[in-house]
């Protein structure tokens, strides 16, 4: 299976802190996005890096990625309590059908 | 831009009855689009790959007469859940695939999800 796993399963932080959520995947990827997903809702595309990136800002994200570890990590800075979502990995099938594979998710809380 | 939309957005049948869902992209045209399943607190499953004019191509272990699926249009694909039983009760996503979207590479946009409860 492509699918990815994510740790930590769960996060709980305090309204302001930072929160770091990692993702690790199998096989070689052209990019790596992340998604983000409340509760009972669909899915909203956060960011996309590319393999021959390292390092990707957009507004409080920072994604970073390492494929020599083939492992990804999604930095949310100042995060706030509208960040509580679940957050997902997804890695493109390199078989050339253009499916998404999906992490397992890490459940962030914020607490006001 | 780039809106996926489904309908409906929760469903509750009787086990035996068939179950439409519709998934649309309102402003652009997919030729590829993606039905996925999604238990409470677990990951997204793809369950099959819809392509506009021709058979949908189904992962492992997913009964394709039991999902029905039809790319009828470059905007339109639908799930059929035939003969529904408690056990398909789950969330189900579609997406669509935009060519050459988002950073200039293909993108997935996702429609907002349809819960189905069958009793």
Not at chain 2, 53 to 72: M, R
Not at chain 2, 88 to 96: E, G, L, P, Q, V
Request: aromatic content about 8%.
């Amino acid at each position: 299976s492509q699918q990815g796993e994510e740790d930590p399963q769960a996060l709980s932080i305090q309204e302001g802190e930072n929160a770091t959520m990692n993702c690790s995947y199998k096989t070689s990827i052209n990019n790596l996005q992340w998604y983000r997903q409340n509760s009972g809702r669909g899915l909203v595309h956060l960011i996309l890096i590319r393999s021959n990136e390292r390092e990707k800002h957009s507004g409080r994200l920072r994604v970073t990625l390492d494929t020599s570890k083939k492992s990804s990590s999604l930095l949310i800075t100042a995060s706030r309590a509208a960040d509580t979502a679940s957050y997902f990995c997804a890695t493109p099938d390199q078989t050339g059908a253009n499916n998404l594979f999906f992490g397992t998710g890490t459940r962030l809380t914020v607490i006001p | 831009g780039a809106v996926v939309s489904q309908h409906p957005s929760w469903v509750i049948c009787k086990s035996g009855t068939s179950v439409k869902i519709e998934c649309r992209s309102l402003d652009f045209q997919a030729t590829t689009m993606f039905w996925y399943r999604q238990f409470p607190k677990q990951s997204l499953m793809l369950m099959a790959t819809s392509n506009e004019g021709s058979k949908a191509t189904y992962e492992q272990g997913v009964e394709k007469d039991k999902f029905l699926i039809n790319h009828a249009s470059l905007t339109l694909s639908t799930l059929t859940v035939t003969s529904a039983h408690p056990e398909d009760s789950s969330f189900y996503i579609c997406s669509a695939r935009l060519a050459g979207g988002l950073y200039g590479t293909d993108t997935q946009y996702f429609g907002p999800g349809t819960r189905l409860t069958v009793l």
